[in-house]
């Protein structure tokens, strides 16, 4: 994963035609930009400008940019799930959100 202002990507490499091809992952179902180059060098300035560029035509068009996720998710348990959770986060003394968050923090990875 490459990083820039908060926006992450994912790189994968075209044998086929010798081209390294990124996208910015973490704003959405449509990703906010693509770009490609030959080498991890190029490619990192590639994916740098694509963001800014990016940025910069919100700017002008007055719309406010697709945020590298906002911190809100939204769950689906199922009603035995949610049960289980609720209980455990009642007997650890928080919040169903808190206990969810701390769960979520130790399980994922870095």
């Known amino acids: 994963?490459?990083?820039?202002?908060?926006?992450l990507a994912t790189v994968e490499y075209d044998d086929s035609v010798g081209q390294l091809h990124?996208?910015?992952v973490n704003t959405?179902?449509?990703p906010i930009a693509t770009f490609e180059a030959t080498d991890v060098r190029e490619l990192r300035a590639e994916f740098e400008?694509?963001?800014d560029e990016y940025l910069?035509?919100?700017r002008e068009d007055g719309v406010e940019p697709a945020a590298p996720f906002s911190g809100k998710l939204q769950l689906r348990l199922g009603s035995e799930l949610h049960r289980r959770v609720a209980q455990a986060a009642a007997e650890s003394g928080q919040s169903i959100n808190s206990w969810i968050s701390q769960v979520l923090a130790a399980e994922a990875p870095r």
Do not use: F, I, L, N
Request: a neutral charge; proline letters at 0%.
């Open 1 to 7: 994963m490459m990083e820039y202002q908060g926006y």
């Open 22 to 24: 990124g996208r910015v």
């Open 28 to 30: 959405g179902a449509y």
């Open 49 to 51: 400008q694509s963001v």
């Open 56 to 58: 910069a035509s919100c």
